[in-house]
């Protein structure tokens, strides 16, 4: 299953969803992305986002103040896969 | 999947009314509504005065300590300096400019201007609140966003 | 009203605890006001911004019940009240609102959000902070200039000119409605405003 990976650590809002949003377009159903998050804001923006489009998200705590938010794409069939 | 338990963050929701409350005893306390700009510009607000020099200017401080305090006890706090590009930390200053600028001409900033006004029932509230979802539509494109 | 007359020491007190709740509860929540507009706008997810409705709607309720209680009891008008933050209204707010509602974006933090993202120890928030300060010096400076030269607003007290009762309405309506359409599911989700992205 391709992983890919995606730093937003010392990225301001709204530039974070803004690439998780790039990248899920370019990936396909069943891909993962790995996000590097460090603000508490953008593990909620992200989660949300994820939650209304039907993505399952896993997240972990790295560090204080560090997150690791795993997203899988297009998992029971109600993500559609960009092109 | 929901929030995991572990952020221990409170709901959207939740903030709203935790701000409002706050709002409402500030009100019953000083007669005014929460401004947060004015002592940064070295203005003395009204509800502070007869209180102890810098009153205001604490105000603004433990605002920064209570999100300190939050950070800390859920184990969010984190130093972060080096993590962010040049650009970054820059438009962060302009953005505070425009900001410092616009709040004094509002008057008043998001919290004091826009929701203190509505609150109060001053139309002068209604007017900031569309000027600075206009500014943050422009801003916003600026960045990049939107079609 | 009994809490007015608190001596300075307490209300300080008063201030500080108000001050710390506040940055402790928009921490604990996310809650941003820069997020509200951006995450319905570029993503379509509204909660911030109904959230921020929500806040405009349960000040409004506490300050109407404040304010019409001091009324009950002296009688008065506008004035001795707790009026709250009752500024002019007029070109400058136009133009202050836009160079706010602009800063915020490129800054990634309103007013509030800046201070608890140094409460965070994000040092971005720090620069916004003195851009923030730096810019309310100048805007003093330009804002004596404005009433001087151009005008100093009007106050417009809804209350005043349209009678409790009507104001209440006006506004209850009006945040109402913002609140309906911010929450109320569109039947097919819309398609995001970044591309012609389809939620299923």
């Given at each position: 299953m391709p992983e890919f990976r995606l730093d937003t650590v010392g990225d301001v809002c709204p530039v974070p969803l803004l690439k998780v949003e790039k990248e899920a377009r370019r990936l396909g159903p069943g891909d993962r992305l790995v996000i590097d998050i460090g603000q508490p804001r953008t593990v909620r923006n992200i989660i949300d986002w994820a939650v209304k489009n039907g993505y399952v998200t896993e997240v972990t705590t790295e560090a204080p103040g560090m997150w690791r938010l795993a997203l899988r794409l297009g998992v029971v069939g109600t993500g559609k896969p960009r092109q | 999947m929901r929030r995991p338990a572990f952020l221990r963050e409170w709901s959207y929701i939740a903030g709203a009314t935790a701000l409002a409350a706050a709002e409402v005893a500030f009100l019953l306390t000083f007669g005014s509504a929460i401004g947060l700009t004015a002592p940064l510009a070295g203005i003395v607000p009204m509800w502070a005065r007869?209180?102890?020099?810098?009153a205001a200017l604490l105000f603004d401080a433990a605002i920064v300590g209570g999100a300190f305090l939050s950070a800390v006890t859920a184990g969010e706090f984190r130093p972060r300096l080096c993590v962010y590009k040049p650009r970054v930390l820059v438009l962060a200053l302009i953005g505070g400019l425009l900001m410092g600028v616009g709040a004094r001409l509002a008057p008043?900033?998001?919290?004091?201007?826009?929701i203190g006004g509505i609150a109060s029932f001053s139309l002068q509230g209604w007017v900031e609140a569309v000027s600075v979802v206009a500014g943050a539509y422009i801003g916003t494109r600026y960045l990049g966003g939107g079609r | 009203m009994v809490m007015m007359a608190m001596p300075t020491d307490l209300k300080l007190v008063v201030a500080l605890f108000i001050g710390l709740f506040a940055g402790f509860a928009v921490q604990r929540s996310r809650f941003c006001f820069v997020g509200a507009f951006q995450d319905a706008y570029l993503f379509g997810l509204k909660a911030l911004a109904g959230a921020t409705v929500v806040l405009a709607a349960l000040a409004s309720a506490g300050f109407a019940v404040v304010q019409l209680a001091a009324i009950r009891s002296t009688?008065?008008?506008?004035?001795?009240?707790?009026?709250?933050?009752v500024f002019p209204v007029g070109w400058h707010t136009v133009l202050g609102g836009l160079l706010f509602g602009l800063g915020m974006t490129l800054a990634g933090s309103c007013a509030l959000t800046t201070l608890t993202r140094v409460g965070e120890g994000a040092a971005v928030g720090l620069f916004a902070l003195g851009g923030l300060a730096a810019g309310g010096v100048v805007g003093r400076g330009l804002a004596g200039w404005w009433t001087a030269h151009v005008g100093s607003g009007v106050v417009v007290h809804l209350p005043t000119v349209l009678g409790w009762p009507l104001a209440l309405v006006i506004q209850g309506a009006l945040l109402g409605a913002l609140l309906y359409r911010l929450t109320r599911p569109f039947g097919q989700p819309r398609p995001n405003k970044t591309e012609g992205m389809d939620n299923a």
């Open positions: - | 007869g209180l102890p020099d810098g008043g900033c998001n919290i004091g201007g826009v | 009688g008065g008008g506008l004035a001795g009240l707790p009026s709250g933050n």
